[in-house]
């Protein structure tokens, strides 16, 4: 069993930044990949970046890359996500998500190990 929880959402006015956290704990060598995901208004459940444990290589979505930067204390069991320059569009649910991935980095079926969701506002 992995659990997973994060923190850090909030609201904040657009072109603000948020820097959200993840902490794992129980089996955490059950997992080489861990990942935010998040649930946007009108979308399906998408992949906004992940990183491997082991090296530290790091994968964004279209929406994350070059605004956010995924990061990874491994000794701490946390993961981040920093977002910068945020838009209204980038208001939703916000996931820390953990498993062995074999396939598609971002693809939410790899992922088998769920936080509880930070929601993150971001008002015009």
């Known amino acids: 069993q992995v659990r997973l929880v994060e923190s850090g959402g909030g609201s904040v006015q657009a072109g603000g930044s948020l820097r959200l956290s993840c902490v794992a704990s129980?089996?955490?060598?059950?997992?080489?990949?861990w990942a935010w995901f998040r649930q946007t208004l009108g979308k399906e459940r998408e992949g906004v970046a992940a990183?491997?444990?082991?090296?530290?290589?790091?994968w964004y979505g279209d929406a994350a890359r070059g605004r956010f930067t995924i990061a990874q204390d491994n000794r701490k069991n946390t993961l981040y996500l920093q977002m910068r320059n945020l838009k209204p569009e980038d208001t939703g649910v916000y996931y820390c998500?953990?498993?062995?991935?074999?396939?598609?980095?971002?693809?939410?079926?790899?992922?088998?190990?769920w936080g509880q969701g930070t929601q993150v506002t971001v008002s015009s």
């Open positions: 998500a953990a498993g062995m991935v074999g396939g598609i980095i971002l693809n939410v079926n790899e992922y088998n190990y």
């Open positions: 129980g089996s955490t060598n059950y997992f080489n990949t």
């Open positions: 990183i491997r444990k082991p090296d530290d290589s790091p």
